[in-house]
């Protein structure tokens, strides 16, 4: 059986295919005709849309638009309603930044110098602490003092009062000191001196230190002690009271220390009580033991001790069995005593790690217009073993 459909569709297929392809044709048709409806004629006015109008000139938009705000004009007008998340950034202070940089440099300047500061003063602590070390081993160390001593009764002036004695006081103080530095002497123990002849050795005995002075009192003046300070000076100074003619008066020391070696020794200046009395001179004897043996118990440095002590024997004999000290004239083994001719006047010494005597002399300068006294003096070589008093 014969179907009559299949036919009429393939009819219709044709038809289709024709639109399709007549379709852009008519667009393009469409366009051209709009361009030309809308193109004015020759005597056409501009108008509104009742007038036929069909075109508006750039002026008539300028009247009838507004211009379009800038970006940064809309970001002010937002910022004008309080729109904070767009305010323009505040300017950056510089003169505060300056000022900032300007204390960062301050303390580091500061920070630097104190640094300096710091190495400077450990660098000095450092020297100090090699020249404290240094010292401390010289101190340790043994050293030696060799130098010429003497001691001297000068002979008051009270004992040329009047007819038949000695010159003035004042003239033999100055024939005493000018004996003193021709012989060489460096250290000297001065006896029975009065105000009148200390004011004269204190200016005659050039270049040499002198103590007590005044500075013990009444009857301070009696005992001097002088040094020649090229060589030496003073560290310690200092007096025990002892019964002399009658009375109570001091007797001084001093601690002397070698400028060159550095050695330091103790030197006491004496004077016992003549004639009669020996009860004061056993006293004062003792008393200068004992002063000896402080010395040397407490320092451990040598002493020497010399001046008039009016006896001849006995003073050597205590002092040398007490101390072990031997006199600048000599003394042997059990303290025998030193040879002959023996003198009222005395150089002992010892303590320390030794002391040594040569070339002891009895001057007898003295005799003939200074003193009635030999002046004793001879070189001596003293030993310290080291440390500090």
């Excluded at 001297?152 to 100055?174: C, D, K, M, V």
């Excluded at 060159?260 to 009395?277: C, K």
């Excluded at 007490?322 to 059990?334: E, I, K, R, S, V």
């Amino acid at each position: 059986m014969t179907s009559h459909r299949a036919p009429h569709r393939r009819a219709a297929a044709p038809a289709r295919s024709t639109w399709r392809l007549l379709l852009p044709a008519l667009v393009v048709t469409g366009v051209m005709v709009a361009s030309l409806l809308l193109l004015p004629g020759g005597d056409q006015r501009p108008g509104g849309i009742d007038g036929g109008a069909t075109s508006i000139s750039a002026a008539e938009v300028a009247t009838t638009e507004q211009p379009r705000a800038s970006r940064s004009d809309r970001r002010e007008q937002r910022a004008g309603r309080g729109d904070v998340s767009v305010q323009r950034a505040a300017p950056l202070d510089n003169a505060a930044a300056r000022k900032a940089v300007g204390v960062v440099a301050q303390r580091q300047r500061r920070a630097r110098i104190e640094a300096r500061r710091a190495r400077i003063e450990a660098r000095e602590a450092r020297r100090k602490a090699a020249r404290l070390r240094r010292a401390a081993r010289r101190l340790a160390m043994a050293k030696t003092s060799s130098f010429r001593v003497g001691a001297l009764n000068i002979l008051g002036s009270q004992h040329s009062a009047g007819p038949g004695g000695y010159g003035p006081g004042t003239e033999r103080a100055a024939m005493a000191a000018g004996l003193v530095m021709s012989r060489g002497v460096d250290v000297l123990t001065l006896s029975e001196v009065q105000d009148d002849q200390l004011a004269v050795l204190n200016s005659r005995l050039a270049g040499y230190g002198i103590w007590p002075q005044h500075a013990l009192g009444s009857n301070g003046q009696r005992l001097q002690i002088a040094w020649r300070t090229s060589q030496f000076e003073m560290l310690d100074s200092g007096s025990v009271t002892y019964p002399f003619d009658n009375q109570s008066i001091p007797l001084p020391y001093v601690l002397l220390r070698d400028l060159g070696s550095g050695a330091q020794f103790w030197v006491i200046s004496t004077h016992n009580s003549a004639r009669d009395l020996e009860g004061e001179r056993d006293a004062a004897t003792s008393i200068q033991i004992a002063l000896m043996q402080r010395l040397m118990a407490e320092t451990g440095k040598p002493v020497i001790i010399g001046g008039d002590v009016n006896e001849h024997e006995e003073f050597f004999y205590r002092v040398c069995q007490a101390t072990g000290f031997l006199a600048a004239n000599g003394g042997g083994p059990g303290c025998a005593l030193p040879p002959r001719p023996l003198r009222v006047d005395w150089i002992m010494g010892g303590g320390g790690d030794g002391v040594d005597f040569s070339g002891y002399v009895q001057d007898g300068a003295t005799l003939a217009r200074i003193s009635d006294h030999y002046f004793i003096h001879a070189d001596v070589s003293v030993v310290d073993p080291g440390g500090t008093p």
